[in-house]
Nanobody, 120 residues
Framework: QVQLVESGGGLVRPGGSLRLSCVAS????????MGWYRQVVGRQREFIAT???????DYADSVKGRFTTSGDFVNKTAYLQLNSLKLEDAAVYYC??????????????WGQGTQVTVSS
């Protein structure tokens, strides 16, 4: 059973910063990417950032230059540094881990989410 646990969410003022962490446990075969998504009530979950085991990263345009992600694939941990936060960044942030099933098919596991609130 794969479990992902996020932490680091909270309340911050506009312009502030937070650092989210995600720790994965259990057997994740062929883990190759750890990503971050966010969701606001009533809207679809949206991609924010991802890091891969080839040391590459990718970001949504809305967070480029403000958010930074990194992944430790030995310890199955990912981080998301959120800087210059805006009101519209408020959401539940989810961590995901992408790997492979025993038969080689892809799988994606999710954490329970951590709330980020941006308010003055």
């Amino acid at each position: 059973q794969v479990q992902l646990v996020e932490s680091g969410g909270g309340l911050v003022r506009p312009g502030g910063s937070l650092r989210l962490s995600c720790v994965a446990s259990g057997k994740i075969g062929g883990l190759y990417a750890m990503g971050w998504y966010r969701q606001v009530v009533g809207r679809q979950r949206e991609f924010i950032a991802t890091s891969t085991n080839r040391d590459t990263t990718d970001y949504a345009d809305s967070v480029k230059g403000r958010f930074t992600t990194s992944g430790d694939f030995v310890n199955k941990t990912a981080y998301l540094q959120l800087n210059s936060l805006k009101l519209e960044d408020a959401a539940v942030y989810y961590c995901s881990a992408e790997g492979l099933e025993a038969n080689g098919s892809p799988r994606q596991d999710w954490g329970q989410g951590t709330q980020v609130t941006v308010s003055s």
